[in-house]
């Protein structure tokens, strides 16, 4: 025992020492002792193999009692919205008034420092009963996550053996099928889902809400969430860069909204929100996103107008992304996923190697936060005055059926560089959607990249198009419409100072 004591002390000193021999890590079993197994009293035993112990988790504390950690459930329905506690009693059965066998079941379960009363849960469970006749289950495990992170990483498992002692007992006593849960978990609540999968055979759904990074990024798929835990695991990443969140692939649908890392309105130029609640404003996007899903889908209410479904594209990276090169849907759909609780709707689910897939989308900073895409299509002309190579930022208003998307920037990625003859694609973003569009002004600004040879002086920095293509995006599935147009442009007017101008398209 006293040696164990003086290891976790040691170990302290080592999260954030990168200065350590990286062979280390081959050999991080050190730290653990053989496998240890602690029981529950009725719920199961967890162990603690090698596997467990990394560089990156260098401790494993075994969970707090059941009764510290002290995980509750509240049922909410549509006939019952004040809420029924959810127990199983000593003779493994649960007395319920309101649970439906025959219904869907969704369970929400909050993250580190996090609550069952907090706002985005109340705010979910009510959106979940507008949208559908199901059984929401809010999971508080509060006195467990309001402690140092190693122990509410801890603890996390210990929610999780609950979690799969509640359904199991709903499915053998209440008749109620595995493959209608689905849990959406925060942060924390996102591994807590995965425990909680890995014992339940058949579990329909996970959501993880931004999975917490730290303890849990590279570590081996019994510790973290992954694609085994459920017949679909959707994950949303909104906080990679800050350290709570991860970037790394976790379900069969990873959803990285405006790349995962940062989120819009969060910067702290932009922000209202008091300093200390600032590191936290990515990692809790990815709660209101999956909120604002809930209601905004094109699948409630018959698609509604002011309906807006957040949909996605598959592509290689954020950078690709941005660059316009993924802004096809494909012909069945493929290539397109709605992100948040529509999820599910994807395709191609059946089919294993349209899986594990990373999908991208922007959202506005503030609410809503759903907006619409626009494919760009420019096509440089083969013969004009301008120069072989032009370089240079491009944004676009466009003006359509339904509304003015107004100075979409077309080159956040970094100014593009074009050659006469060819076509290039560009990504438009904007919280207006225009239908079908009927003119288009273009922003042209000549910015030459210092490092390459495409400095110019006297030359003609004007771009000449012979035509161009914009696509409104914003329509789920989209084969159901055209909304692209050619459009024809002006002869660009000529520059005086030598550094932008503007030109329209008519479409
Ligand atoms: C520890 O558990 C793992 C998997 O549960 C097993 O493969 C391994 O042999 C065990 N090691 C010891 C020392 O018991
Ligand atoms: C862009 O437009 C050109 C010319 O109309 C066309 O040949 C090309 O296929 C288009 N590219 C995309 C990606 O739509």
């Excluded at 329905?77 to 003779?91: A, F, I, Y």
């Excluded at 978990?185 to 996102?190: C, E, F, P, V």
């Amino acid at each position: 025992m006293e040696s164990r004591v003086l290891l976790l002390i040691s170990a302290l000193f080592l999260p954030n020492c990168m200065c350590v021999s990286t062979n280390l890590e081959d050999r991080a079993g050190w730290l653990s002792h053989g496998n240890e197994t602690e029981c529950f009293e009725r719920i199961g035993c967890l162990t603690n193999s090698d596997g467990w112990y990394k560089l990156k988790r260098p401790f494993n504390p075994f969970p707090s009692s059941r009764e510290a950690v002290g995980t509750n459930f509240k049922l909410y329905t549509r006939e019952n919205k004040e809420g029924e506690e959810l127990k199983v009693d000593k003779n493994d059965d649960i007395q319920s008034k309101y649970f439906k066998s025959d219904r869907e079941t969704k369970l929400i379960i909050h993250g580190f420092l996090g609550k069952g009363k907090a706002d985005w849960v109340m705010d979910m469970m009510e959106a979940l009963l507008q949208r559908m006749d199901a059984n929401v289950v809010i999971v508080d495990w509060s006195k467990g996550a309001s402690t140092l992170y190693t122990y509410a990483a801890a603890n996390t498992r210990v929610v999780g053996l609950e979690i799969a002692y509640l359904i199991n007992t709903l499915i053998e006593k209440k008749g109620a099928s595995a493959r209608m849960f689905h849990l959406i978990g925060h942060s924390l609540g996102s591994h807590i889902s995965g425990y909680a999968g890995e014992r339940i055979h058949n579990l329909g759904r996970i959501t993880g809400l931004d999975p917490a990074g730290p303890y849990f990024e590279d570590m081996p798929t019994f510790v973290r969430l992954d694609p085994s835990d459920a017949i679909l695991v959707d994950t949303i990443h909104t906080d990679a860069s800050m350290g709570f969140g991860t970037s790394q692939q976790m379900g069969d649908l990873d959803f990285y909204p405006n790349g995962g890392k940062n989120q819009p309105g969060c910067f702290i130029t932009e922000t209202e929100e008091s300093l200390s609640d600032l590191p936290s404003c990515s990692h809790s996007r990815s709660e209101l996103l999956f909120v604002e899903s809930i209601l905004s889908s094109p699948f409630y209410e018959d698609g509604k107008d002011g309906k807006c479904p957040f949909i996605s594209f598959t592509c290689e990276s954020y950078e690709d992304f941005l660059d316009g090169k993924c802004l096809s849907c494909g012909k069945d759909g493929m290539n397109c996923a709605l992100m948040g609780l529509d999820a599910d709707k994807y395709p191609g689910l059946s089919n294993p190697e349209m899986k594990r897939k990373k999908f991208y989308l922007e959202t506005n900073g503030a609410e809503p936060y759903c907006g619409y895409h626009y494919h760009v299509n420019l096509t440089v002309a083969k013969e004009s005055k301008g120069q072989d190579k032009v370089v240079g930022d491009l944004a676009l208003t466009a003006t359509g059926e339904t509304g003015i998307a107004k100075e979409m920037e077309l080159t956040t990625n970094g100014a593009r560089t074009m050659s006469k003859g060819e076509s290039y694609s560009f990504l438009g973003f904007s919280s207006v959607q225009t239908g079908k569009v009927s003119t288009a002004d273009v922003k042209w600004k000549w910015n030459p990249d210092w490092f390459s040879s495409s400095i110019c002086i006297f030359c003609n920095k004007n771009l000449y198009l012979s035509e161009a293509e914009v696509t409104d995006l914003g329509y789920y599935p989209q084969d159901k419409f055209k909304t692209s147009e050619t459009c024809q442009p002006s002869e660009p007017e000529e520059i005086d100072s030598g550094d932008g101008y503007a030109f329209q398209l008519k479409c």
